[in-house]
């Protein structure tokens, strides 16, 4: 029979029939996944629109953050006597949820335990009506999450330029700061979103109170989205094709590392931009294509005169970028321009690791084999391989009958590694290569003390029947 909508209490004896308990955990876990009828039960049963769960998730958040639904009728007639073939039409149909709650005086400010409203949601999903919904009841367009950022930061990271103007046009703040120092600004440049840093421009968005030189976001905006025109047009007027960010990153920098395109670099090396500078607190053009795996723009940058040995932040080098990521025709191209094989990172917490260690600790068995052939020394490949589980990485190098108890600086060892990690196979591995269990590192601790600190008593009883000593 029809369902009474004026009676709590016959909602809430539907409710019980269908074995939902009324909870404020299952009302949000069913806002979240769009259950349009069972929400407006709970409603009628009396439930409280600004419920939160135990994670400190309110209904509001959670309706904003799930999907919505097209082509479906805005009214359905719902009976629960026929609920599951209710069900199987609304299954995608999310779009009312958020409005049903808001019609029933759900608060659009209340944030979930990390600072996130329902409109950072509708923001960040592009949700053009929900925006408009929650701001219409009062959504506050400046609210901040843990890390200060706002709405508007998030519609111009992810290049909502429809709902960015939207926001504007509420009064959100176009220079508001995140806990890390970011403005609307930055974000828009960063992305590439050239409409998006015009429109904030156009809304009075301070360009010295961004990342950028002074009224530069639109110049690095164009380099990073390939916007070529508007790039060509800018440098034409004299914009300096050699601009730093704080921290000493280039226009070109810039441009690769977050954009990528050929064209853009080809132009910028055809302007004239520097390839031979230091970077402070950054990723150079080189290492950035070399983690892309971008060998066009490796040959180019190379053939400009870049040093393929060149270091951005923690020390990292271009065949470590590539390493990294396991690129190893671009690892071919450098190595041929002389990339130093075992050149070694920055280690603030450790040592540092070369190209080598870093392909072993992600077991790329692939590239470690190449980088071997290469001549790379192996060194503490094995503790790296060791460390991170990599059962095939560590069985390729045991196979090249190397030191299986070489220490790092930290005096840690291979089977150290491992035990600490809780890596039992790489153990057993390793002891049955002669692994020596009583070394101790640089703390005075020998492998039992590490298995057994972290709680991995299989393998410290393995130790002691290897002769560990306490």
Request: glycine letters at 10%; one cysteine or more.
């Amino acid at each position: 029979m029809p369902r009474d909508e004026k009676d709590p209490g016959a909602a809430r004896r539907q409710l019980e029939q269908l074995n939902i308990p009324f909870t404020e955990d299952e009302f949000v876990k069913l806002v979240g996944q769009g259950d349009t009828i069972t929400v407006q039960t709970f409603l009628e049963a009396g439930m409280n629109p600004n419920a939160t769960n135990t994670n400190g998730t309110p209904a509001v958040v959670a309706a904003a953050s799930c999907g919505r639904g097209e082509d479906i009728p805005d009214v359905i007639e719902i009976h629960l006597d026929d609920r599951e073939a209710s069900l199987r039409k609304m299954r995608v149909c999310r779009t009312g949820i958020l409005e049903v709650l808001l019609d029933h005086d759900a608060d659009p400010n209340k944030s979930s335990s990390n600072g996130a409203t329902a409109l950072m949601f509708t923001v960040l999903r592009g949700d053009v009506a929900g925006t408009n919904a929650l701001l219409s009841e009062g959504a506050d367009s400046n609210a901040e999450d843990q890390q200060g950022k706002t709405p508007l930061m998030l519609a111009a990271s992810t290049g909502r330029a429809e709902i960015a103007e939207i926001l504007v046009r509420a009064g959100a703040d176009v220079n508001a700061k995140d806990k890390g120092g970011g403005t609307p600004l930055d974000y828009a440049a960063i992305g590439g979103n050239v409409d998006l840093v015009r429109l904030l421009i156009d809304a009075k968005a301070d360009g010295s109170n961004s990342l950028f030189p002074e009224n530069s976001a639109l110049l690095f905006a164009a380099a990073v989205g390939g916007d070529i025109d508007t790039l060509e047009r800018m440098l034409d007027q004299g914009a300096d094709v050699n601009s730093r960010i704080v921290g000493g990153m280039t226009l070109l920098d810039f441009a690769v590392l977050y954009g990528g395109n050929i064209e853009t670099v080809r132009l910028l090396l055809k302007r004239g931009a520097d390839v031979t500078h230091t970077i402070e607190d950054g990723f150079p053009a080189l290492c950035s294509s070399a983690r892309r795996g971008d060998d066009k723009a490796v040959k180019l940058l190379l053939e400009a005169g870049a040093d393929v040995n060149i270091r951005g932040l923690f020390g990292e080098t271009p065949l470590m970028a590539a390493a990294d990521a396991g690129h190893i025709k671009t690892l071919k191209i450098l190595l041929d321009a002389g990339a130093n094989i075992d050149a070694r990172s920055d280690g603030f917490f450790g040592p540092g690791q070369t190209a080598l260690e870093r392909a072993a600790g992600n077991g790329d068995e692939k590239t470690v084999k190449f980088l071997l052939e290469k001549g790379a020394h192996t060194e503490m490949a094995l503790i790296s391989a060791s460390g991170a589980g990599q059962i095939g990485v560590v069985k390729l190098l045991l196979e090249r009958s190397i030191d299986v108890n070489q220490r790092d600086s930290r005096g840690t060892t291979a089977l150290m590694a491992a035990a600490a990690a809780g890596h039992l196979e790489i153990v057993k591995t390793l002891l049955a290569e002669g692994a020596d269990v009583n070394i101790e590192n640089n703390n005075c601790d020998a492998t039992l003390i590490l298995a057994e600190r972290n709680g991995h008593h299989e393998i410290a009883q393995l130790l002691r029947e290897a002769g560990a000593e306490q």
